[in-house]
């Protein structure tokens, strides 16, 4: 290994990009359109391959609902429960792990001079509750 060896820096290729209407980097050929989509079966045809499933691994038809069933009530009511919830338990738990390992301050309201028991300004005057005296 000699010191008085230069460097040999790799030679970069220039970049040209290609549109898919130019030809093939190895022949004059255009290059072929892209495909079609595959097609869909129209609404409202049945799928052939589920119905030549026997009944047993059907899926089951869907029941209606009725939203007047006690069963239904009550599931409605825990959703919303837990959709209105969800909000405050995540809020809550985010600012007493802040508080708790992030060490942030507590908030705490501003104290007037009115609540602790002092009286208010008409009351110290010897006004008689704002009447206007008479």
């Known amino acids: 290994m000699s010191s008085n060896q230069p460097k040999k820096t790799p030679k970069t290729l220039p970049y040209q990009p290609r549109l898919a209407s130019e030809t093939r980097p190895g022949g004059s050929e255009p290059a072929p ?6 097609k869909r079966p129209a609404a409202g045809t049945t799928n052939t391959a589920a119905a030549s499933l026997p009944e047993s691994l059907r899926a089951p038809k869907p029941r209606p609902v009725d939203p007047s069933s006690p ?38 309201f501003k104290e007037t001079p009115y609540s602790s028991g002092e009286q208010l300004p008409a009351q110290q005057a010897g006004g008689n509750g704002g009447d206007g005296g008479v």
């Open 33 to 38: 359109a892209p495909a079609a989509p595959p």
């Open 71 to 108: 069963a239904y009530k009550a599931a409605s009511r825990k959703y919303v429960r837990t959709m209105i919830a969800m909000p405050i338990l995540l809020v809550t738990s985010w600012v007493l792990f802040d508080r708790l390992a992030r060490g942030a301050e507590v908030k705490t």
